[in-house]
């Protein structure tokens, strides 16, 4: 990768991360919903995952897709079908008698998340395509870049949830605010599905 490309790189992966998608609306409603402490796993789950994700897209997952095209259509109808369950989970996830009901994300079930995550897919194509060139390096230079500026910018998002937890102390608006999480991650998915057809 040409080292001029690097903060070009560097600001591309910190926008595509702090920016809404699946990843920050499931963080934000984890820390409304458990805290950032709890939220912990769930969060080195997704920038590990990521990251781990754009190496192994960058060194060679793409070429299977290019030439296997169905292989595509059937990762974007199971991650459609897993963050509609996701949507669910967080639309249901709320106090019953005085404690929170459900569990975050653990650590591999966020980093096995990024694998049907549209937003995770576009933006680790959207990099190698863009700064990794054609050597191995620079893939891994993309991966760094997405690491270090992927964990500061979802931390923001579970924090935020957490800053919020006073004013969701009440049932009524806990459960308001889940709902209104759930359907903005369904909501998330349109430009997919807008994009797939035909």
């Not at 781990?52 to 459609?80: C, E």
């Not at 079930?109 to 990024?114: I, K, N, S, T, Y």
């Amino acid at each position: 990768m040409d080292p001029a490309l690097l903060p070009a790189l560097l600001a591309f992966a910190f926008v595509a991360s702090i920016t809404p998608g699946p990843n920050n609306l499931m963080l934000l409603a984890s820390g409304a919903n458990f805290g950032v402490r709890r939220t912990l796993p769930h969060l080195f789950g997704v920038a590990v995952g990521h990251s781990f994700m754009i190496a192994v897209v960058g060194l060679g997952l793409m070429g299977v897709f290019l030439a296997y095209p169905v292989l595509h259509d059937i990762l974007t109808g199971a991650s459609v079908a897993y963050l509609l369950w996701l949507a669910w989970r967080i639309a249901t996830s709320v106090p019953k008698e005085g404690a929170a009901r459900g569990r975050p994300l653990t650590f591999l079930e966020a980093a096995a998340f990024q694998w049907v995550n549209p937003k995770a897919w576009y933006m680790a194509l959207g990099a190698i395509t863009l700064y990794a060139g054609e050597a191995a390096r620079g893939v891994l230079a993309v991966s760094l870049a997405f690491a270090l500026t992927n964990l500061p910018s979802i931390l923001a998002w579970a924090a935020l949830g957490t800053a919020m937890r006073r004013w969701l102390d009440r049932p009524g608006r806990l459960r308001l605010f889940n709902w209104t999480m759930a359907a903005l991650l369904v909501l998330s998915l349109v430009p997919v599905l807008l994009s797939e057809a035909p």
